[in-house]
C-alpha cells in the first residue's frame, strides 16, 4: 500500500540541518534550526536540568504512568511560569503535551472539535511548521501582515489593518514574545490593541510561546501573553520547554485553554485529556518531572534563572556586536535592526539568491528567508559572517 504515497514536502529548516552536516568545510557556520550554543558551538546541559535529573535519578520510585494530562504539579509549576500570581487558575484547562509543537498540534486539534472548518489566522511570516499542521488537519490557514521588511520591524499598523477582517470565532495564533522567524515583537502597547480588536470581533487568541526568557527577561517575555489572559475571555497557549531548559529532545511543552468560567475550563480539560488518549495516550514526563524540580526548587531556580540569564545578555552582546560590524562594513544603518530584535532569531532581509551565495561561498547557513540563529555566532564569527554579507549584497 505505500506505493500511493507520495514524498512529503522537506521542512526547510531541517533540510537545512542536513546540508550543514554534509558539508565539510571547517569553517562552515550554522545558523540554522533554533537550538542555543555557547561560544564553542556546543548545546550544553544546564547546570539545575543536570542536578534536577541526578535528584530523579535518586529518588524516583516508579515509572508508571501519570496521569493522560501530565503530573498536574508540572502544569502548576508551568502556569506559574508563564501567567504568573495573577493566573485566573480556575478558568485554566492544562495538558502536558511532547514539546511545544505537541502544543501546538494539541491546541490545533481542539480548535478542530470545537470548529470543524475553523479558521486560523498566523502572522506573515511564521514558523513554517505553524502552517503546515494547519493544512494537515484541514483547518483553514490565512496570513496576516506582521513584518515590514524594509525596516526590519513589526509592521502595527498594518497588522491591526489585517485582523480587521477576522470573523467571529476565528483564531489568531501570535508569538508570545522573540517572534519566529523575525526576531520582530510586539509592544505593551500594540499587545492592548490587539486585545482590544480581538475582543471586538468575537476571536480567539492562541499564544505561541516557546523561548520566554531568550528575549528581554522571564518575566518581560510573558508581558504580552498575560496581557491577552488578563483582557480575553478565552485563549490557548502553546508554551515549550526545549529552549529556555535546554531540554529539546525529551519533549516538554504545555497546552493550557483559557475558558469564560470553570464550567468551561472543566469542559477544555475533558477534551484535552481525551485528546492525548486518542494521539498517545500519555504524554512523556522525564523532561517534564526536570521542569517541575527546578521550577519547585529555590536553589534550583535560582541557578536555572542565572544561567539562562547568562544565555540571554549572550545573545544580546553578539546582536549588538553583529549590528555594530555591519554598521561599519555597509557604512548604512541597514542592519541595525539586529540589535533592536530579540531572542534567538533575526530575518535579514537578504534575498534567497544572497542566502545561496552565502551557503555556497562562505559556508554560511541560514534559513532561506535569510533567518538567522543569532546563538550559532560567537564573538569570532560575528566578523566573518558580517564580511561574508557585506559581500553578497
Ligand atoms: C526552529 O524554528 O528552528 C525551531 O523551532 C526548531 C524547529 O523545530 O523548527
Redesign the pocket.
Known amino acids: 500500500m505505500f506505493e500511493t504515497l507520495s514524498e512529503p514536502a522537506p521542512d526547510k529548516?531541517l533540510a537545512l540541518m542536513a546540508m550543514y552536516r554534509a558539508d565539510d568545510r571547517p569553517t562552515k557556520i550554522d545558523l540554522g534550526?533554533?537550538v542555543y550554543k555557547d561560544a564553542r558551538g556546543v548545546t550544553l546541559v544546564m547546570r539545575a536540568v543536570k542536578a534536577a535529573e541526578a535528584r530523579i535519578l535518586k529518588d524516583q520510585e516508579s515509572k508508571s504512568y501519570t496521569g493522560l494530562a501530565g503530573d498536574p504539579a508540572y502544569a502548576e509549576a508551568m502556569i506559574g511560569l508563564l501567567l504568573g500570581a495573577e493566573a485566573p487558575r480556575e478558568r485554566l484547562a492544562a495538558v502536558a503535551t511532547p514539546g511545544g509543537?505537541g502544543a501546538v498540534r494539541q491546541a490545533f486539534e481542539l480548535v478542530k472539535m470545537a470548529r470543524p472548518g475553523g479558521v486560523v489566522w498566523y502572522s506573515e511570516p511564521t514558523?513554517p511548521?505553524h502552517v503546515s499542521i494547519l493544512n494537515y488537519l484541514g483547518l483553514e490557514a490565512r496570513p496576516y501582515r506582521y513584518f515590514d521588511e524594509a525596516s526590519g520591524e513589526v509592521d502595527a499598523a498594518g497588522m491591526l489593518a489585517a485582523l480587521e477582517a477576522v470573523g467571529e470565532g476565528d483564531v489568531v495564533l501570535l508569538h508570545g514574545c522573540c517572534h519566529?522567524p523575525t526576531g520582530a515583537n510586539l509592544t505593551g502597547a500594540d499587545w492592548d490593541r490587539v486585545v482590544a480588536l480581538l475582543n471586538a470581533k468575537g476571536a480567539l487568541p492562541m499564544v505561541d510561546i516557546?523561548y520566554q526568557g531568550f528575549g528581554d527577561g522571564l518575566e518581560a517575555d510573558a508581558l504580552g501573553l498575560r496581557t491577552i489572559v488578563a483582557g480575553c475571555p478565552e485563549a490557548l497557549i502553546a508554551a515549550s520547554c526545549s529552549k529556555n531548559f535546554g531540554i529539546y529532545r525529551e519533549r516538554a511543552g504545555l497546552l493550557v485553554a483559557l475558558a469564560a468560567d470553570a464550567a468551561g475550563a472543566k469542559l477544555a480539560q475533558g477534551n484535552l485529556a481525551f485528546l492525548n488518549r486518542q494521539n498517545y495516550s500519555f504524554p512523556p514526563d522525564h523532561g517534564a518531572r526536570v521542569v517541575t524540580e527546578i521550577l519547585t526548587d529555590e536553589a534550583l531556580r535560582a541557578d536555572w534563572q542565572e544561567e539562562l540569564e547568562q544565555m540571554r545578555e549572550g545573545m544580546l552582546a553578539l546582536r549588538q556586536q553583529l549590528a555594530d560590524e555591519l554598521r561599519r562594513l555597509t557604512n548604512s544603518d541597514r542592519f541595525d535592526f539586529v540589535a533592536r530584535h530579540r531572542g534567538m532569531f533575526s530575518r535579514l532581509g537578504l534575498t534567497p539568491d544572497e542566502v545561496t551565495r552565502l551557503r555556497e561561498e562562505h559556508a554560511v547557513y541560514m534559513v532561506g528567508d535569510s533567518r538567522i540563529n543569532i546563538a550559532g555566532l560567537n564573538a569570532e564569527t560575528v566578523p566573518v559572517l558580517a564580511k561574508a554579507i557585506a559581500s553578497v549584497i
Open positions: 529548516i534550526v533554533g509543537t514558523w511548521n519566529n516557546a
